[in-house]
């Protein structure tokens, strides 16, 4: 969404042809066109794929008009559908407004409304009706019972036209499985629009669904808009269905790229009666105002065309069929006796200390209380552990259970935990008695210094925190030196904010002055750097103390001073050899504070790619003499060189002098108001002798006394 920040002045019209452009201004009711316009000029090459599919569609409707019955579906097919109600009080959106909604939706698609016996005379030749239908769904995607109403509370009072609402740590709710449910989003929207959906293929797979305001639901507050006739708009273009007027503000060159609805100058208003005709429509029996792909009152809508159902049939065997065969209608089957391990909680994917205690939520999902169960815990599939659990769970109860303590060896390693005998009898659902992860444990090292030329994966050590299971970081084929480095693909991380973690291996800092990481980046953008209200790619350095349960940022760059490359590019950024910048990190705050460990942190901004290279720890121990007197010279005695050092770094010097010992001036080293630590004066062509060092600060004069060989 926010390449249409720098694309703004170019937003196509998408359904003319593929190189006008125009910028729409009126407010709509349906969002949706805006929102493909968003996602198509975010993403070019989307843009090829998007109309490549919507006219390969259209043709294959065109070729087939007289044996069409071969492009539907062969019988109806019923979609399992979840209404996530993210409100403030998602409680006004009673059970019964839901019920009576999937109840006007069934009859809208199948033609069985009240209403559909209005068709006027003169449409009702084209009347259809599709063959999709749909359920509240009876079972979650981990097969819990449910209504297929989730009620979640925001603090997000308004939604606008992006992907918080589909996401919990946005204030929205995450999707269920959207290959095996529709998700329809009820809220509070902005700007006027009380709904939009998203098309096939044109965004990432956990956003697609339909969003609708609350108040279009039936018996809304929204006058004339509370029949529930938005949600059957927008599940159309779910399905795959334009605007009836084809988008194109009055030109009539527009399409719906349906070849029985009447050509349509803009959508309706109000609710109109009677054959109307347009500057579009020409003689004949005017426009289709009643079609619900229109923006007439509710209850002036009653109807789709047959080449609407036959298109919808159509993109539902093609891209939507497996919501056909998804099981979220079936009511899940409940044993009397069925243990269940719901989560994984320890070990996670990395552990400090080869010692852990795994840590599992255990929920009783049968009708039988659950008292006893076996625990058996595998560990690169040789059994490490048996544990014998005493309880009372009652159905529907969950609890935290620890398990006796295990000792990894060195390395990355698969952990399977099982459950077996509940109730001293066998578990009549198995399926859910396993839970499996992986998890490594290397100990701390003393050095870091990696290029990432080692082509077996990341070095022991390392690991990637990958937070939404999307894009992440991954070996890249280029490097600031050698072939390679790690890289985020951000141009095409759609899913943002989202973070990911690069971690190194842990370390510690015991009785150093000081230590630094330094490490190469290069970076890109999409937009403009002027762009104002931007997301931005950002990039991060953590470091933690405990393991990662917490983290201290000590580096943060997005923007202007983060990119190597300023220009905006609108394809992949890759870098040249002199588009990177070495950065560094002090580290000195966490000298003797135990064992550390860093992670690289990319925040998407749906911007461009990120690379690291030559990620090196570089620790400091100060001459305890330096430490002591806050000036040295060395060697002493010299030879061919002399090296001034201060610690810590001067205040107020001005000048570093080397006389002779009869007080002649032999060289001066003028120093800045910034001063550094060393300084050096070449000697080899100086007669043997004794020799004196100078620091001359505002308010004092340092000598050290050398001796030249």
Not at 96 to 107: C, F, G, P, T, Y
Not at 261 to 273: F, K
């Amino acid at each position: 969404m926010r390449k249409l920040m720098v694309a703004v002045m170019m937003l196509c019209a998408f359904i003319q042809s593929e190189g006008q452009t125009q910028k729409k201004t009126k407010v709509e009711k349906c969002g949706t066109m805006t929102v493909l316009e968003q996602q198509l000029n975010a993403k070019p090459a989307l843009r090829e794929k998007y109309i490549q599919q919507r006219d390969q569609i259209t043709e294959k409707l065109k070729n087939n008009s007289d044996k069409t019955a071969n492009l539907r579906t062969n019988a109806a097919v019923v979609v399992p559908v979840v209404f996530h109600i993210v409100l403030a009080n998602p409680n006004v959106v009673t059970n019964a407004q839901i019920l009576r909604q999937i109840d006007s939706l069934n009859k809208d698609y199948s033609s069985t409304n009240g209403s559909s016996g209005n068709v006027p005379a003169w449409f009702q030749s084209i009347k259809g009706t599709s063959n999709i239908q749909f359920c509240l769904a009876q079972r979650t995607p981990s097969g819990e019972e449910t209504n297929g109403i989730n009620r979640v509370s925001t603090n997000v009072p308004v939604f606008d036209l992006d992907n918080r609402i589909k996401t919990t740590s946005q204030g929205g709710q995450d999707s269920w499985d959207t290959e095996k449910y529709l998700n329809i989003w009820v809220c509070e929207q902005d700007n006027g629009i009380i709904g939009y959906a998203t098309f096939p293929t044109t965004t990432d797979p956990i956003y697609q669904g339909v969003v609708i305001d609350y108040r279009s639901l039936p018996g809304g507050s929204y006058a004339e808009y509370n029949g529930g006739k938005t949600l059957t708009h927008e599940t159309g273009h779910f399905f795959g269905l334009y605007h009836i007027w084809g988008d194109d503000d009055g030109r009539c060159s527009g399409s719906d790229f349906v070849d029985d609805t009447p050509n349509q100058a803009d959508a309706s208003e109000g609710c109109r009666t009677g054959k109307f005709a347009d500057s579009c429509s020409g003689a004949g029996n005017g426009i289709n105002y009643q079609n619900y792909m229109d923006y007439s009152y509710d209850r002036c809508l009653m109807m789709f065309t047959k080449k609407q159902a036959e298109r919808m049939d159509l993109i539902f065997n093609q891209y939507r069929s497996s919501l056909a065969s998804s099981n979220g209608c079936v009511p899940p089957v409940i044993y009397d006796v069925d243990a269940w391990l719901t989560e994984l909680i320890s070990p996670e994917q990395r552990i400090c200390d080869p010692g852990f205690v795994p840590v599992v939520l255990l929920k009783n999902r049968g009708n039988q209380t659950l008292t006893s169960l076996t625990f058996n815990v595998v560990i690169d599939n040789v059994s490490a552990a048996t544990y014998q659990w005493t309880g009372n769970l009652p159905k529907g109860a969950e609890t935290t259970v620890n398990l006796p303590e295990i000792t990894a060896v060195i390395g990355r390693h698969n952990f399977t935990i099982y459950t077996t005998n509940p109730n001293n009898t066998a578990d009549q659902n198995k399926s859910n008695d396993t839970l499996r992860t992986v998890f490594q444990y290397f100990p701390a090292v003393d050095q870091i210094r990696e290029g990432f030329e080692n082509n077996t994966g990341l070095p022991d050590g390392w690991d990637i925190v990958n937070f939404d299971g999307g894009i992440t970081w991954e070996k890249a084929n280029l490097g600031k030196t050698g072939v390679h480095s790690m890289y985020i693909n951000n141009f095409e991380y759609e899913q943002f904010p989202s973070r990911d973690d690069l971690r190194l291996p842990e370390f510690s800092l015991p009785g150093l002055d000081s230590a630094f990481l330094s490490f190469q980046v290069a970076a890109g953008v999409f937009s403009a750097l002027s762009t104002t209200g931007n997301n931005w790619d950002t990039l991060e350095v953590l470091i933690s103390t405990d393991c990662g349960k917490t983290y201290t940022s000590v580096y943060k760059k997005w923007a202007e001073t983060l990119v190597t490359r300023t220009a905006p590019s609108q394809t992949a950024f890759v870098p040249k050899s002199n588009e990177w910048r070495k950065d560094s990190v002090n580290l000195q705050n966490y000298i003797d504070k135990g064992e550390l460990l860093v992670a690289f942190r990319n925040t998407t901004g749906y911007e461009n790619n990120i690379y690291l290279d030559d990620i090196n720890l570089r620790k400091v121990i100060i001459n305890p003499n330096l430490k002591a007197k806050g000036f040295l010279v060395t060697p002493n005695p010299a030879r061919s060189s002399i090296t001034v050092q201060f610690f810590p770094q001067p205040v107020n010097l001005r000048a570093v002098q080397l006389y002779s010992s009869t007080g002649q001036k032999v060289a001066e080293i003028l120093t800045p108001d910034n001063p550094g630590v060393f300084y050096q004066f070449q000697t080899g062509g100086l007669v043997s002798g004794i020799y004196y060092i100078r620091a001359v600060f505002t308010d004092r004069v340092v000598i050290n006394k050398v001796l030249k060989l």
